[in-house]
């Protein structure tokens, strides 16, 4: 039987700061799920309090329908691992992996039993005499985690665990570490700040900011329908926004006006005259070349190319339109010049209500 | 080109200037007894062990006293990690009010004139209202622990007076330590005794170990306030002042040089030997082990409350109720004698009455200030002298090991060192008095500094900056005003006042070195051993406020 996690209410705060401010969250058994936020969105606060290293100043966590608010770490049933790696540095590689069942005092017997199961599944092949600054930061981190199993978890919390490693061996890592959690049946809350990360091996992704949960959903669905204009900017990576209003609307379809004049044709509930923001993704513009015989209309742009970068697979754009500069990426195959005059075209574009706080406060990461 | 040049003519001379100053003020006081006693090694070997009347009873005398000495720091030591070690964990790991203060209370034994502090455990213990006596023991001075044969009054003492330094270095060691090593360690279902033994415990061993070391050193030379409780019992330092004053030179000397080579023998190879213990080596048999799990497992979680409360008891005891009892004492001894109601007994009649003690504790008071701030404003510009040499130079390693020696060597081997190598019996440059009393701060005081000032300049990574100011243009001097001392200026700080505090407090060596020029903490062995006890309770007193107002002013600049 694979544990659920039920986390109602959870306030935490350090002094004035405030850092989880309400959380309430559902785990399903077996599910891999990924916290993602800004740093100081309180989302290592919230592993933590999971794992039962802070305490709650207010809210319940049921492990499986039970509280275990005060139950320590050590009676939990979690297994930890952190960004930080944290081998025990005077322990070799074997001593480390079967530190869990020595110390749980099991016998000698089934002390080697788990820890060579356990390398097993992890197909580590290195020499377990081994000293842990002798590992490369990939190995070290495996071993971490080999660590953790061997206490025999049915929940792994993870901290940025591939946050120490560098880029590529993380990227081959990441599913790798899934397909590990899949095999064994645990269920996983995994804390990064990387969205792609998060976006490619998460069955659910929470995106936390000021310690509020901002939005809950499957990868997919926190893409096409990001619920604020932060979890659109937050997931993908980067997104155009803009201000306007609400010019005209019948039944859902509604013409939108940009502080630049611009018009745009869109559907949604929000009514007439009300101030919106507008959110474009840079890969959902299609760029041409401009020619006289265009014709402004609704949902495009005119404007100058001012910068090209080249980012492999793609190019991106920043153009020098009306409505500010707005960043666009495009296939290499059709390639602008810097002073060219482009249109830019689109369709799809999310639409939120104006925030109280300001479009600048609302889409800020810290 | 020109001024590039003259930049490194800079640096050159800065650099050999600093080694000439450490040679003159630190190291050659601090070697001079092994030059002296080999330079007249036959008169010496015929006063120690061939006197034509006495034969070797100084060679006898010597080898009670040094093994006494031993006995006692070794005994020390053990009693100082089994309550340090807690202690530590104590003022690291726990959230508390008050926090800030218990660790002052801790730290007062390291800043406290000896003397003073030695006077007070000996009321707290003694006295006839004391603690022991409550529960109907007597302990007096010539209460010996039997076994070990140490008198017990003088075992407090040195386990109050050396109880910090391993409480420092292993605090420290801890608050580096990741507390995460420890969460994990519980994640994977260890018992906290557990954890500790197997995670904590040989990570922080190095810093056990040293702090280990330099308590034990310190034993080994402690001289004030062992005066005070010595009673009939004699270690090896207290022989030596004893020695001197008698002008029984040759023992006093040879003494000397053997209690400097014993600290050397046990400081110079560990500060080798302490690289950073990683690689553990199972030190347990599999059985054993297992079994000590399974104990520890069954240890009920509440120990850690025990733990807690009996460190907080040992610090109550040894440091807090000495201080209490001074205060009790100088209200019950104010205005009377409380036991014979006479009012020559009393502080006031003392202080000014006819033998008008305050005149006197003020002289001593005003000299040991003067001595005091000399000492400290020569030592700071030696000190940066010297930090350069050892940040910039490769025989700065061995320089800052070097330096550890003057803060190890008996003190009052260190004011024999001084008075046949400056005084009359030596080059004759100075008498004992008040130069003299600052030159032999100086030895212990540049030490002191230099180690606080290397930690915070490794800590603001200096050398970075240092080599980025460089780049954009500037002199060895410019960085020298403008970046390094700017940067390690808290660090020098807290150093000087370290070393104020020390040097008001120094009892050993200025006992030797004072001549007329008697300074406070002197005055109260003095004050006791002519039983002027209501004076020694008032000047105890005063250095005490004095030292807590020192330690407000450390923690206010240093944080």
Known sequence: ?366 | MLRLRNSRVQEKLIAWSGLVVLLIFVFFPSFYLFSFVIRLWPSVYIEVFAHPILGDVYWKEMLRYLSLSLRLSLVTVVIDLLLGVPLAYLLVKRRFEFEGFLEDLTMLPLVIPTSGFGFATMLAWTASYSLPTLFGIRIGLDTVVPVIKIPLLMLIVHVALTFPYVVKTVSGALRDLKASYEVISSSLGAHPLTTFRKVTLPLILPSMFSGAVLALARSLGETGATMIVAGVSTTAPIAIVRWEFENKVAPAAFLGALLVALSLIIIVPTEYLLTPGKKGRRLLPKGLEARLIRLERSTPRSFALLRDTASLAFLMVIVVLPMLMLIYNSALYWASDPYTGRREGSILYQLFGPPRYWDVIMRALTTSLITATLSTLLSVYISILALFLIMRYNIGRFIRVLLKIPLVIPTSALGLSMILLWGPKGLHILNPGLWLIVLTHVVFSVPVIVETSVASYMEANLPIYEDTARSLGATFYDVMETITLPMIKRGIVAGSLLAFTHSLGETGATFIVMGDHTTIAPLIVNMVESLAIPSAIFSSLILIVLSFIMLAIMRKIVG
């Open chain 1, 1 to 366: 039987m694979m544990p659920n996690i039920k986390i109602i209410d959870v306030h935490k705060r350090f002094g004035d700061v405030v850092a989880l401010n309400g959380v309430t969250l559902d785990v399903r058994d077996g599910e891999y799920v990924c916290i993602i936020g800004p740093s100081g969105s309180g989302k290592s606060t919230l592993l933590k309090i999971i794992a039962g290293i802070l305490k709650p100043d207010k809210g319940e966590i049921y492990f499986d329908d039970s509280l275990v608010n005060d139950i320590p770490i050590d009676k939990r049933g979690i297994g930890l691992v952190m960004q930080d790696i944290l081998l025990f540095p005077h322990l070799n590689v074997w001593e480390n992996i079967t530190y869990s069942p020595l110390v749980r005092g099991l016998s000698p017997l089934l002390v080697d039993e788990l820890g060579n199961e356990v390398i097993g599944y992890l197909d580590l092949a290195l020499d377990k005499r081994m000293y842990p600054d002798e590992l490369s930061r990939g190995a070290q981190q495996k071993v971490a985690i080999a660590r953790a199993l061997t206490a025999g978890p049915k929940i792994l919390l993870l901290d940025e665990p591939l946050g120490s490693l560098d880029a590529q061996t993380a990227k081959e890592f990441r599913y790798e570490l899934r397909r590990l959690v899949k095999d064994l049946k645990l269920t996983a809350i995994h804390i990064t700040h990387n969205q792609e990360e998060a976006m490619s091996i998460a069955d659910k992704v929470v995106v936390l900011r000021k310690g509020r949960i901002e939005q809950v959903g499957t990868p997919l669905e926190l893409y096409t329908s990001p619920k604020t204009p932060f979890v659109c900017r937050f997931i993908g990576g980067e997104a155009n926004f803009f201000e306007g209003s609400i010019e005209s609307r019948e039944g859902l379809n509604a013409i939108i006006k940009l502080k630049g004049g611009t018009l745009l044709r869109t559907q949604t509930d929000i009514p007439s005259g009300a101030r919106v923001v507008v959110a474009l993704r840079p890969e959902d513009i299609s760029l041409t070349r401009r020619n006289n015989a265009s014709f402004p209309g609704f949902n495009s742009l005119e404007g100058i190319i001012e910068e090209v970068h080249f980012l492999g697979p793609y190019l991106r754009y920043v153009v020098d339109t009306e409505e500010g500069l707005v960043i666009v990426r495009a296939k290499r195959s059709a390639r602008f010049m810097k002073g060219e005059e482009v249109t830019l075209s689109f369709n799809v574009f999310h639409i939120f209500p104006y925030p109280k706080e300001g479009l600048r406060k609302a889409i800020a990461y810290e």
